[in-house]
């Protein structure tokens, strides 16, 4: 076993990856960038080495100057965690020829499946059944490819993943404007616009088959369903699948341990399928996506059902030791779910979102994976993930519930959140059924992204909190006569006034809307007309939070500070913090609603920003290549003369 190993990563996975070796016994270097010089991961490894910079490419994709930090410190090994550069033939040959060990798959492996196409003519060879389309190296005449295939079908980025350049085509009209856009998002993401042409399955599920080899032989650790999916990005990841059947699991199983062995593969990695479920789970109906050469971000529930911890295998195996387990050693227990909690404006377009984290609280029965603090700042930089929450049920109904219950008790203020998405889709009837596909959540998405909305006890609890009264409460003095104060609040975009009596120390009358609530503090608790209530408030720096089963945001208004308002539609915000990609006009220009303005770029995804009204650029005030804040003003319109 390895006595000191570099972690060439940040954020949650850096912070999972230092709990197994501190629990090993093995020492941890951490490195970092100018960004996350404070991050948790940091503080949490034996030593830190700094990196500079702030983007990605400025810091933890500077392979060099990882290496150089390894063996400055003595490292043994480098472990990738996933993203960055855990999946860089380049990197890993690198790393050995350095003389360190890369906890991961070999330089070849990574080759072999890294390109889609080439994969699927291995996995052929190899016995795994492929879906059917076009891995051809040639790039032209593939609008002919397509009608071959028949629509619909799926336009792929041969060097992709996590959805970028890729694009669902249903008519032959539409085939050369998608094949575009994918070409353009995978040269820009991957730096290779190669595409491959594949049949869309009607009624897709997502479900892959986690396997670790040791370079000659493989066991695979039973499968993921990930079918809960928004734009081809998971959402919620559960083990096992449900409705999976003991001849599906032998033989979806067998053929990702002939995958795996296909390449000489060792380590942890991915077999990912999709199925055809439009007549339930049939042996005969998957075929191979793609590998994952790398830990996947969902591993924690293939832990939970089989009580395997996953990065202990990969360092005994780096380290020179045998497969932990055989394949009949291995079982499943009980089942899991994984929810991904990111900063995210889910009723914008699932926009990623920045802010201090001003209050954040888990539940402490759930396992949480998080590479951040109370306090710490979600950068535009880096993903947006705040957390991943694993639970665990001896069925899957137990484990689901048990998941409603801890997206509930999860409180974070100081940024929006998916939380309230993410407890939508556990509520789901479909998803609670096990009648899960990848056209879930599209199908009903303006029903899972409507906002909670607070009753009026919830806005009673606010309006005492804003007054001062939260979690500092008015005590220790009484009054000779009721104390009437207004209190401002903004919430879901509309001021509302809050009229708070205070009849004595903790205790308030609260008119509201019509409403008339008596509001108690009760130590640590609240009560509400009388009645003892769940509720947590939390006043930051951004307003008030009420954690009541759902959370509910308000602002507080500060009336000595009214910023000038501009009309809707006159102006053009940033929805999110990013990079201005393109300004497609100027002063001058005549636009109609709908028209292009700019395309602002974030997490390598690229969004349309469009006029909301007809009218004349008065004012472009950002040009190309310039980083923006969400809120920053970007261009004015004005009536047309």
Not at 620 to 625: F, I, K
Request: proline content about 4%; aromatic content about 6%; overall charge negative.
């Amino acid at each position: 076993m390895f006595s000191k190993i570099l972690i060439a990563n940040r954020g949650e996975i850096a912070c999972r990856i230092i709990e197994t070796c501190r629990r090993l016994g093995v020492q941890t270097v951490a490195v970092f960038s100018d960004v996350d010089a404070s991050a948790r991961h940091v503080a949490l490894a034996d030593e830190a080495v700094s990196l500079g910079g702030t983007t990605p490419a400025e810091s933890y994709l500077r392979a060099q100057a990882i290496i150089d930090a390894a063996l400055a410190t003595g490292a043994q090994a480098i472990h990738p965690g996933y993203g960055f550069l855990s999946e860089n033939p380049d990197f890993v040959e690198a790393v050995e020829q350095a003389g360190l060990v890369f906890i991961g798959p070999s330089a070849q492996a990574i080759r072999a499946m890294g390109l889609k196409d080439a994969a699927k003519a291995l996995m052929q060879k190899a016995g795994v059944p492929v879906v059917p389309g076009y891995h051809g190296a040639a790039q032209d005449g593939l609008a002919e490819k397509a009608a071959q295939i028949g629509y619909p079908v799926l336009i792929k980025a041969v060097a992709g993943g996590g959805g970028k350049g890729m694009r669902r085509v249903d008519q032959a009209a539409d085939f050369d404007a998608a094949l575009d856009a994918a070409r353009s998002e995978a040269m820009k993401a991957f730096g290779n616009d190669a595409v491959l042409i594949e049949k869309y399955v009607e009624k897709p599920r997502h479900i892959e088959i986690q396997v670790f080899g040791d370079g000659t032989k493989a066991v695979h650790l039973f499968e993921r369903d990930c079918s809960l999916q928004r734009r081809h990005q998971k959402v919620i990841e559960e083990a096992p699948a449900p409705g999976m059947t003991a001849d599906m699991r032998e033989a979806m199983g067998a053929a990702a341990v002939r995958a795996a062995q296909a390449v000489g593969y060792a380590g942890a990695g991915t077999v990912e399928f999709i199925v055809d479920a439009s007549d339930g789970l049939r042996p005969d109906r998957f075929w191979f996506m793609e590998m994952n050469t790398r830990l996947q971000v969902e591993h924690p529930v293939t832990e939970a059902i089989t009580g395997v911890d996953l990065v202990e295998w990969q360092l005994r195996v780096a380290s020179g030791q045998d497969l932990p387990m055989a394949q009949e050693q291995l079982s499943i227990r009980g089942h899991s779910f994984e929810a991904r909690l990111y900063a995210e404006d889910v009723p914008a377009g699932f926009l990623p979102a920045t802010g201090v984290l001003e209050h954040l609280r888990f539940p402490d029965w759930v396992r949480v994976d998080t590479g951040v603090r109370q306090g710490d700042e979600i950068s535009p930089y880096y993903d947006p993930m705040i957390a991943k929450l694993t639970v665990h049920g001896m069925d899957r109904a137990r484990a689901l519930a048990k998941l409603t219950r801890a997206l509930g008790a999860t409180h974070i203020a100081g940024t929006v959140t998916n939380i309230a998405f993410l407890r939508a889709l556990t509520l789901h009837d479909d998803f609670g059924a096990g009648n899960v596909d990848t056209g879930l959540i599209a199908r009903d998405l303006d029903a899972l992204c409507t906002e909670p909305v607070a009753c009026s006890r919830t806005k009673a609890l606010a309006g005492v909190c804003a007054l001062g009264s939260g979690d500092t409460p008015l005590a220790g003095f009484t009054l000779w006569q009721p104390l009437e104060q207004n209190v401002p609040l903004c919430y879901q975009g509309f001021e509302i006034m809050a009229r708070v009596t205070t009849l004595a120390a903790g205790q308030f009358r609260v008119e509201i809307e019509g409403a008339i609530h008596d509001v108690a503090r009760m130590g640590d608790s609240w009560a509400v007309d009388g009645a003892k209530v769940t509720a947590r408030v939390v006043r930051s720096a951004r307003g008030v939070s009420v954690f009541w089963t759902n959370a509910y945001h308000f602002d507080v208004p500060d009336p000595l500070d009214r910023s000038t308002e501009v009309a809707g539609g006159d102006i053009t915000l940033a929805p999110m913090p990013g990079l201005v990609r393109v300004v497609a006009v100027k002063p001058g220009d005549v636009v109609v609603q709908g028209d292009r303005l700019a395309v602002l770029e974030a997490m390598k995804m690229e969004h349309e920003l469009k006029a909301a009204r007809d009218g004349v650029v008065s004012q472009v005030m950002v040009s190309e290549g310039a980083q923006v804040a969400a809120g920053d003003q970007l261009i004015l319109l004005e009536e047309n003369q």
